[in-house]
């Protein structure tokens, strides 16, 4: 094959991650830069993983092409366009300073990206986090780029905010970094919780600061699971990106939030992974959500993503930690009425058999993990709550904390440059 | 008839209000002490309101009783005890130093009371504000006391915190008062919209100038309307004495709304209100009320006030603005589910006429101010969201702002001291 004729290509997975310490607010909304920190658990790919393989030829025509799922993507847009642009630099800059050998010029070809989800995208997941890890990971292992996990996310960062975490495994901080024109809010307060090696840079808030570090890798609590119980909603409200700017705007309660809670509870939440200590965990985590929920009622005009059937779901996670007398299951919810329930592995039956109990009908349950949660019937849960929940629950998805993205050599472009519709 | 035989009777009726800048937070429970202002419309008798009639004699059996629409209630607890030692002592003061003439000595006579409200208990409205406000103003006009509403409106806030606004007719705020021990929240901020006669008595925080005042008088603005949507709901959640005090020992949002945007609201209502400005009181009102259950949300564990129906109803509302073009209605929510919705006479099809269009059916239309609305179907309102109200609403109850209590002749117990059924 002539080398004008040859196909590059890399493919990767990605995770989810859920946060616990919520992100909110944007100080630049153009580099995506964060009002305060945050910090989240990446989920198992073995439940929700994007699959994405990323190729270049100079034989393919222009202009770059995404395809999600099998149908193709609008990708003009400036968040997926500054990704792209940020690693053809890169990889150009590796070119020019490449000698005596020359590097193929892959930052000239045209891209084509080929990506699916093994999980619903109407499930309400945050599916852009995992969508732009797998994005950034595959583009910079097809260029061959020597960028660390934390160097990607400052990228990836620019196409979602989540997606930043989504380039570690286990348990994951997002830095705000340093201070800009627009920032303020948590001036300072970084110094105690950040990276440590951010320095004079910081100041220019450029974003080269506000990225992704890695908190404790998924092997140094490994027993920690997620019980997502996935709410049937008509539509998404509020989107994020227009809800936290609202918030930012008029709430009068938010400034309090990102300057004062969420530092603090940053080291906190820090400290209580490094030491294993679920209890401190489970609190700062409900405590964070709730948080995060009120600035969005004190929005105007209010926003509201928790429904009748979360807090329901709230209400049961309450009685089990009540019933069994130590806080064992702790609930968060993101832009949307879905629950996540965080628990140790030891007390599985305790929290996810006792919603198993009621909800064995849901989809979801068949799975491996699924099938392997005793029921508990035991806990004293208030009936009507759990009725709600029952009634309101399409699906839960069972998981737990798991790895970053993973190279691997299955591709969704196959050598010819072709689509194939799916993962085998 | 020997004087040892004679019964002493007055009576009178008393109004609810609801706030427009929410009550959330004791700083001192046994004084009923609060932590920030608040403030109310009066709404109208006609409606809403507690009728109470006052009775002592020497012949009367001990101890004191109390009836509530005919059941007999236990007055032992330590609230409705302040409120009955509170006016026996000014009666006892004026007793002795009446001279020559001796005045009756009734602050030694049992007391009978007897009350019945003309709605419905169940409805989860502030019943005990319109209840305690009736019981020391009967006392009081019994006790033949010159006291000014204000004094006595001191009084009943050791009954019921809300009741010492219902004292006053048109719209009345409850001042905070000055600094305690316990108190900080509000330091300094009450100089700007006290009543300014406290001066230095109100360092002493024994809640003697934590009181009611008059903004202005019903006649004011008389043209101040209210559409009350009473939901339906099992029960009531956590009730307003447990809720606040949690919200003030968890939250850590709370302390900004008590210490910072109560003071400026306070401030900001009382202009409006002077002003006859609906477009500022409508604004101020719905965020006071998302903010304050943005507290209740921040609080650990969490209180949920509004479902799925009371957010529907605050759906409908924004909708009902938009369509206009301008803001002519504004929600309101107490620690229920219950909307109340401001509006002014003059845009009654507007906003009553909008829900009347969907819920011709619901019970309160059928008054006199209900059956005077004029339906109105021109509104772009989102079909699920009135579909949610129209299914989650018992009863509206179409009101306006009113005058405080009213001396009444019709008294529901008898010449022999007997309490009568009910209101004829």
Redesign the interface.
């Known amino acids: 094959m002539a080398d004008d004729q040859k196909i590059y290509r890399a493919s990767t997975t990605a995770p989810v991650n859920i946060a616990v310490i919520k992100y909110w607010g944007k100080r630049d909304p153009t580099l995506n830069l964060p009002t305060n920190s945050s910090l989240s658990v990446t989920l198992s790919q073995a439940d929700l993983r994007t699959h994405t393989t990323a190729a270049c030829s100079a034989s393919f025509p222009g202009p770059d092409s995404l395809v999600i799922n099998g149908a193709p993507q609008d990708i003009s847009g400036p968040r997926t366009q500054a990704c792209l642009r940020l690693l053809r630099e890169q990889r150009a800059a590796l070119e020019s300073s490449s000698s005596p050998a020359p590097l193929p010029s892959l930052s000239s070809f045209p891209l084509r990206i080929a990506s699916v989800n093994n999980f619903p995208t109407a499930a309400g997941l945050a599916s852009s986090a995992a969508g732009f890890a797998a994005l950034v990971r595959a583009v910079a292992d097809l260029y061959q780029l020597p960028a660390s996990p934390a160097e990607l996310s400052r990228i990836a960062r620019q196409g979602s905010g989540s997606a930043c975490r989504s380039l570690f495994g286990g348990y994951v901080a997002w830095e705000r970094g340093g201070e800009g024109a627009a920032g303020g809010a948590e001036a300072g307060a970084g110094a105690g919780t950040g990276a440590g090696a951010e320095g004079a840079q910081a100041r220019a808030d450029d974003g080269s600061d506000s990225l992704a570090t890695q908190v404790a890798p998924a092997g140094h609590w490994p027993d920690m699971r997620a019980l997502i119980l996935v709410v049937s909603a ?1 539509k998404k409200g509020v989107s994020s990106t227009a809800g936290m700017q609202a918030t930012v705007a008029t709430s ?2 938010f400034a ?2 990102a300057a ?2 969420v530092p603090r509870r940053m080291a906190q939440m820090r400290a209580a992974i490094l030491a294993r200590d679920f209890d401190a965990f489970a ?1 700062l985590t ?2 964070d959500s ?2 995060f ?3 969005c ?6 926003i ?1 993503y928790l ?2 059937v979360s ?1 329901a779901a ?1 209400r049961v996670v ?1 009685d089990i930690n009540k019933a069994v007398g130590r806080i064992v299951a702790a609930y968060t919810f993101d832009a949307g009425p879905n629950a996540v329930v965080y628990y140790l592995a030891e007390n599985e039956s305790l929290v996810a058999g006792t919603f198993k109990a009621d909800m064995g009908s849901a989809a979801g349950w068949d799975t491996e993990r699924g099938r392997a949660v005793q029921i508990n019937g035991g806990a004293a849960i208030d009936r ?1 709550s759990m009725s709600l929940v029952v009634k309101g629950v399409d699906r839960v998805i069972l998981t737990g904390v798991g790895e970053g993205p993973i190279s691997v050599t299955e591709h969704l472009i196959d050598e010819n440059g072709k689509v194939v519709e799916s993962e085998t």
């Open positions: 008509d009068e309660l309090t939030r004062t809670l609190r409900m405590r709730n948080n929920h009120a600035t009622l004190d929005t105007e005009p209010p509201f429904n009748d807090r709230i309450e009507k």
